[in-house]
């Protein structure tokens, strides 16, 4: 069956920065567009950004400069690399491809 695995979130001061790994297993990952989400406290999850199997990557615009996606199909494995963090960047963040969801991470910053 479809699994997708975050890896572990964590603590982290404002400013800093932080690197998600999800993996993939039961699908031919190369061929699909991988995305990230996120669900901040109260609010309704959002997409952050996703990156085609070419590629080609696209972002909210409220990290557009500051997160990067990227993929290594060779791993099945995308990845989300968070820079200058915000305290509003705070929210379980998951992976998605097609139908399927990762369980979430935790990633909190604060001070």
């Known amino acids: 069956q479809v699994q997708l695995v975050e890896s572990e979130g964590g603590l982290v001061e404002p400013g800093g920065s932080l690197r998600l790994s999800c993996v993939a297993s039961g699908i031919i990952f190369s061929i699909y567009t991988m995305a990230w989400y996120r669900q901040a406290p109260g609010k309704q999850r959002e997409l952050v950004g996703s990156?085609?199997?070419?590629?080609?990557?696209n972002y909210v615009n409220s990290v557009k400069g500051r997160f990067i996606i990227s993929r290594d199909n060779a791993k099945n494995t995308v990845y989300l690399e968070m820079n200058s963090l915000k305290p509003e960047d705070t929210a379980v963040y998951y992976c998605?491809?097609?139908?399927?969801w990762g369980q979430g991470t935790q990633v909190t910053v604060s001070s």
């Open positions: 998605k491809s097609k139908g399927f």
């Open positions: 990156i085609s199997s070419g590629g080609n990557t």
